[in-house]
């Protein structure tokens, strides 16, 4: 099975910031990557897929990298509807699963 | 508009049995794989369950595999779970999910509809 490592687990940020969060999985996804946000009390978000493509309607300051084993997810100027926690889900092989998610707060 | 609606959800006593239901609406059901994803309280996301299409391939976490069923009727344009022998780690909200492309998995996909969630609880 193939386990996703998001770092840094939780983070503390201002608005404006430029913000990266890394997810390493433990075996070859190649671009199988996606990211999600959660805000509290709601469903995830995709953000973005295939590693690197942005899902329509996703503000453009959303960006995703990386293939292979290691992937980041890029906010180039954290907005305050940005603070939430984000995930990272391998959809190469079955069982699918996700990255322990990263909680952006402010700073 | 595209719209996933979960229900079922409730509370149950460990070893008890629940069954949940996803309505699907605004896109053509019968032609995408669909999921369940759950999440603990306070935890991150952890998938269950995916069916294809035509119900042909299923698969399932290890923690459910043996006591849940995932099935769904195209007919009706309906996902369901049947969760059975439920533990206390089985507590969480299960969301009903569908990829941005027909299949999920290498397929260039990622998870772009989701229900709002349906709360399960396992306690005595």
């Known amino acids: 099975d193939i386990q996703l490592t998001q770092s840094p687990s939780f983070l503390s940020a201002s608005v404006g910031d430029r913000v990266t969060i890394t997810c390493r999985a433990s075996q070859d996804i190649s671009s199988y990557l996606a990211w999600y946000q959660q805000k509290p009390g709601k469903a995830p978000n995709l953000l973005i897929y295939v590693a690197s493509t942005l899902q329509s309607g996703v503000p453009s300051r959303f960006s995703g990298s990386g293939s292979g084993t290691e992937f980041t997810l890029t906010i180039s100027s954290l907005q305050p509807e940005d603070f939430a926690t984000y995930y990272c889900?391998?959809?190469?092989?079955?069982?699918?699963?996700f990255g322990g998610g990263t909680k952006v707060e402010i700073k | 508009e595209v719209q996933l609606v979960e229900s079922g959800g409730g509370l149950v006593k460990p070893g008890g049995s629940l069954r949940l239901s996803c309505a699907a609406s605004?896109?053509?059901?019968?032609?995408?794989?669909m999921n369940w994803v759950r999440q603990a309280p306070g935890k991150g996301l952890e998938w269950v369950s995916s069916i294809s299409p035509s119900s042909n391939y299923i698969y399932y976490a290890d923690s459910v595999k043996g006591r849940f069923t995932i099935s769904r009727d195209n007919t009706k344009n309906s996902l369901f779970l049947q969760m059975n022998s439920l533990r206390a780690e089985d507590t969480a909200v299960y969301y009903c999910a569908r990829c941005v492309r027909e299949a999920c998995v290498a397929a260039g996909s990622g998870v772009a509809v989701w229900g709002q969630g349906t709360t399960v609880t396992v306690s005595s």
């Open positions: 605004g896109f053509s059901f019968s032609t995408y794989s």
């Open positions: 889900h391998q959809l190469n092989s079955y069982p699918q699963s």
